[in-house]
C-alpha cells in the first residue's frame, strides 16, 4: 500500500524568507501523482501544485517550486518569498495514475507559521 | 462561484441520531469523492462515485455509512446511529477524471457528535 509522510509537524519562517517542506513516499508503481494542497485556518483546502512522476522537471507556480527526486521517493515544495497569506496547514498527497483508483493519500501534514 | 459546495457547514447531533451532508460538485466534473479528517490528521478517503456509480469505498466506511450520486450530479452522505467516534470534518471532492484528475475541495461539513 502507498503511504505518505510530513516528518515535520510544525515549520515557521520568517516572512519573506525562504522554507522547504518535506515529504517522502511510499510506492511500488512507476507511474503517479504528487500535490501539495494548503489548508489555511477554517477554510477549504486549495491546491498548491502538482507533479507528474514521468516528468523529470520540478513543477513550479510563481513562489512555489518542488525538488522531485523518484529516486528517492521525495518531493519537497519550497515556498520563496514567504507572505503572511501562506500560513496554514500544508499536506502532501500520492494519487495513482488515471484509469485506476483515483482518490489521494494524504500525509499528517505540516503547519506552517509566518512571522511578521 | 462554480467550486464545490456542501451542506451543512457544521452539525451537532446526540449520538444515535441520524445525519445526511450534501455535496454539489463543479457541474462538468464527473468524479466525485468524499473523505473525512480528524483534528491532526491529513484526510482519508471513505468513497468515489464515476458519474452515479460507487466505485469504490474504504475499509473505513462501516455499515453505518451510506452514500449516493444520483443522476451523476450532486452526492449525498449519510451516517445512521451516530457514535462519537464519527466527529470529524467530512470533505468532498470533485474531478473531470481525465489528464492529470486534479481533485478540487469544498469547505467541508464539521460534525460534532454529542
Known amino acids: 500500500a502507498q503511504t505518505v509522510t510530513q516528518s515535520q509537524p510544525e515549520m515557521s519562517v520568517q516572512e519573506a524568507e525562504t522554507v522547504t517542506l518535506s515529504c517522502t513516499y511510499d510506492t511500488s508503481e512507476s507511474d503517479y501523482y504528487l500535490f501539495w494542497y494548503k489548508q489555511p485556518p477554517s477554510r477549504q483546502m486549495i491546491l498548491v501544485i502538482r507533479?507528474?512522476?514521468?516528468?523529470?522537471q520540478n513543477a513550479t507556480e510563481n513562489r512555489f517550486s518542488v525538488n522531485f527526486q523518484k529516486a528517492a521517493k521525495s518531493f519537497s515544495l519550497k515556498i520563496s518569498d514567504s507572505q503572511l497569506g501562506d500560513a496554514a496547514m500544508y499536506f502532501c498527497a500520492y494519487r495513482r495514475r488515471p484509469g485506476s483508483q483515483g482518490n489521494l493519500i494524504f500525509g499528517k501534514g505540516t503547519k506552517l507559521s509566518v512571522k511578521p | 462561484d462554480t467550486g464545490v459546495s456542501q451542506d451543512p457547514r457544521h452539525k451537532i447531533t446526540k449520538r444515535g441520531q441520524n445525519v445526511t451532508f450534501r455535496c454539489d460538485p463543479i457541474?462538468?466534473?464527473?468524479?466525485l469523492y468524499w473523505y473525512r479528517q480528524t483534528l491532526g490528521q491529513g484526510p482519508e478517503f471513505l468513497t468515489y462515485?464515476?458519474?452515479?456509480?460507487?466505485?469504490?469505498k474504504s475499509r473505513l466506511l462501516s455499515d453505518r455509512f451510506s452514500a449516493e450520486r444520483p443522476k451523476g450530479s450532486f452526492s449525498t452522505l449519510e451516517i445512521q446511529r451516530t457514535e462519537q467516534g464519527d466527529s470529524a470534518m467530512y470533505l468532498c471532492?470533485?474531478?473531470?477524471?481525465?489528464?492529470?484528475?486534479?481533485?478540487?475541495f469544498g469547505p467541508g461539513t464539521r460534525l460534532t457528535v454529542l
Open positions: 462515485f464515476q458519474n452515479e456509480a460507487q466505485l469504490e
Open positions: 507533479q507528474e512522476a514521468y516528468k523529470q
Open positions: 471532492a470533485s474531478s473531470l477524471g481525465s489528464g492529470t484528475d486534479t481533485q478540487y
Open positions: 457541474s462538468e466534473h464527473n468524479r
